[in-house]
Structure formats: C-alpha cells, structure tokens
T-cell receptor, first 113, second 111 residues
Framework: DGGITQSPKYLFRKEGQNVTLSCEQN?????MYWYRQDPGQGLRLIYY???????QKGDIAEGYSVSREKKESFPLTVTSAQKNPTAFYLC????????????FGAGTRLSVL | DQQVKQNSPSLSVQEGRISILNCDYT??????FLWYKKYPAEGPTFLIS?????DKNEDGRFTVFLNKSAKHLSLHIVPSQPGDSAVYFC??????????FGAGTTVTVRA
C-alpha cells in the first residue's frame, strides 16, 4: 500500500529543545515538501527537496532544518530558534514528472509544553 | 503576500444542493490550479485540477471553472452530500513544483 507516513501523530516540545518530525514515502517520488498549517491560514511551505541530497528553503524556513539523505525520507527538525512552533505540520511528495499534484501525509501536531 | 485567496471562510449548504467555492489569485504566472479536501487532523487529499489552457474540468460531482482574465477559479459540487463536509483548499503552481495555498473554505452540508 503506497503512501506517505508521518510520525509521531502528536509531539510535545520543551523550551530550548530541538525535535524531529519523521516523513517517509514509498511512492518512489523524487520531490518532497514540508508545510505548516496554523488555524485560519493556508499551508505555508517550510522546505522542499526535488532530489536526494538537495533541498531549498520555502517561505518560512527560519528555525527549521531538513535533510534528504535517502529518496524515501525527508525529516524536519524544529529547532529552539523557532519561537512559535505550535502548529500542524504536513509532509507531501510529488513525482518529478506528471504535473504538480502533491500527495500528503496525515500530519503531526506539535505543541509546546 | 498571499497570492491565492479564498475570501469565504465558510459555506453552509443543504444536502442535494450545489456548493460553489471561489478562489482568486494575483500571480499571472500561475498555470496549474488544484483543489484539495481536508478533514480535521488529516492531511489534504487531492480532489481535482485544471491547467491554464482549459477553462473547465469535470470529474463526477466536481467541476472546476477557470477564468484567466479575472484570475478567478471556482469549484462546483453537485449534488452536495454529507461526506463533502470538510475544508477545501485552492492551490496554484507556476510549474516549479511549489504550490501556493489559499486559507481554505469550511463547507458544512446540512441534512
């Protein structure tokens, strides 16, 4: 069953702590993305990667970091520099060819303790 | 600067009637438009899309209309069903794999 798996579903961060959100896909997609959703707002792009070992900043990359060492994995680290990390985080992927349809995981809700 | 706008945060419609969701954009370089549906605590799921070379695309109960001169698109759902109650996001792309999303419209279908 192909899809995108995000874990954990819920995550709590203490002050000054870095936390890492996992995103794995078995769709054989080249491109992967991280979005943040806040109440009443649309999805905002944090980082994206079009190929292994390469990634670009999106619109709100400050306080976040990513890596893309394997095609199927694109973890997102929320660092202590991100002062307002409470949000719903969504990972997506898309094939290199075939248009711009992005397929999303179920999301991770991050809260600050 | 939000390039995709959904000005109606919510829409309530009776079951069996038509739902019309609207979306406006400002970037004339956008050439591909998508609608996503999202239930609470889940990721968005792709619904329907349209390329800028077309003005209409239909898939079952869902039809998307594109008016390039007005930089406006709309999603029609006919007939509306209780399972259609969700948040609908409009998104746009200029071919570089990045999507710009609107803030969403919450649709409630009343029995």
């Amino acid at each position: 069953d192909g899809g995108i798996t995000q874990s954990p579903k819920y995550l709590f961060r203490k002050e000054g702590q870095n936390v890492t959100l996992s995103c794995e896909q078995n769709l054989n997609h080249d491109a992967m993305y991280w979005y943040r959703q806040d109440p009443g707002q649309g999805l905002r792009l944090i980082y994206y990667s079009q190929i292994v070992n390469d990634f670009q900043k999106g619109d709100i990359a400050e306080g976040y970091s990513v890596s893309r060492e394997k095609k199927e994995s694109f973890p997102l680290t929320v660092t202590s520099a991100q002062k307002n990390p409470t949000a719903f985080y969504l990972c997506a992927s898309s094939p290199r060819t075939g248009g711009d349809i992005q397929y999303f995981g179920a999301g991770t809700r991050l809260s600050v303790l | 600067d939000q390039q995709v706008k959904q000005n109606s945060p919510s829409l309530s419609v009776q079951e069996g009637r038509i739902s019309i969701l609207n979306c406006d954009y400002t970037n004339s370089m956008f050439d591909y438009f998508l609608w996503y549906k999202k239930y609470p605590a889940e990721g968005p799921t792709f619904l329907i899309s349209i390329s800028s070379i077309k003005d209409k695309n239909e898939d079952g109960r869902f039809t998307v209309f594109l008016n390039k001169s007005a930089k406006h698109l709309s999603l029609h759902i006919v007939p509306s069903q209780p399972g259609d109650s969700a948040v609908y996001f409009c998104a746009a792309s200029q071919g570089d794999y990045k999507l710009s999303f609107g803030a969403g419209t919450t649709v409630t279908v009343r029995a």
